[in-house]
């Protein structure tokens, strides 16, 4: 799956999704008062974190949401069913993408008012049980990585 990040015109963020079905998907960010885009910050959390159930791993996997409008190409028969079933059998793990892309968001953008490691293990707490599986090096590098690509 490619991504391709642009402003839209009303200053929000537009994300172009060409996924390998040959299906071309149209998303418009609605966080118009972030330097980096929301979307931004959930495919970089999402492949740095190897969070492949996440939103991004959703899409790539067939699921089109609400915020979504295909562009061009055909889905496949029973397409909208295989999206809700997508999401629904994956909505924990896209409720981890979320709150976890939130605080590398965050530490990118200034906002954590705790250290990045330890606001990550505890926004991880309150979505999960299980120990959190990452160290404060694998969290500081994906925040690096997104800020080095939201200065691109």
């Known amino acids: 799956m490619r991504l391709l990040f642009s402003p839209a015109e009303d200053g929000r963020c537009r994300v172009i999704v060409h996924r390998r079905d040959e299906v071309t998907l149209g998303m ?10 929301h979307g931004l910050a959930h495919a970089v959390t999402e492949r740095e974190l190897n969070l492949g159930a996440g939103v991004f791993g959703c899409i790539a996997a067939g699921a ?11 889905p496949r028969h029973g397409a909208a069913a295989r999206s809700a079933r997508i999401i629904k059998a994956n ?6 993408a ?3 892309s939130g605080v590398l968001h965050g530490a990118v953008e200034g906002s954590l008012t705790v250290p990045l490691y330890a606001q990550a293990r505890e926004a991880w707490g309150t979505v999960e049980e299980r120990p959190f599986p990452y160290t404060e090096v694998t969290v500081a590098a994906a925040a690096e990585n997104l800020r080095e690509l939201a200065d691109v």
């Open 64 to 74: 089109v949401f609400f915020s979504m409008r295909v562009l061009t190409g055909s």
């Open 98 to 100: 979320e709150v976890l």
């Open 28 to 37: 418009v960010s609605y966080d118009r008062t972030f330097r980096i885009p």
């Open 91 to 96: 909505a924990r793990s896209i409720t981890v």
